[in-house]
């Protein structure tokens, strides 16, 4: 259902967020893994499926910092499809 898709899940770290990187990677999509404070928790999840899982950290109260992940993400994977908060 996500095959091809790009998704960036916020606080993907650990908890809900963590389960719903795995649940759009489990259906395909490229998950970029945001975290601020839970990088233990993100490297983790990235290494059970590096294909899958790219690494984003930043702060979402900080809208530079949004925009520069953006960025980064878009550059690397292409245009991104989803975003879950």
């Not at 899958?52 to 910092?65: K, N, Y």
């Not at 953006?70 to 245009?79: I, P």
Request: a negative charge.
């Amino acid at each position: 259902m996500l095959e091809g898709k790009r998704v960036v899940v916020t606080g993907a770290g650990r908890g809900v967020g963590a389960a719903i990187a795995r649940a759009c990677a489990r259906n395909g999509a490229i998950v970029g893994v945001n975290y601020l404070t839970s990088e233990a928790g993100a490297r983790a999840l990235s290494e059970e499926d590096p294909e899958h899982f790219r690494l984003l950290p930043f702060d979402v109260r900080d809208p530079d910092a949004i925009a520069a992940a953006v960025r980064h993400f878009s550059e690397d994977e292409g245009k991104i499809d989803g975003w879950v908060n």
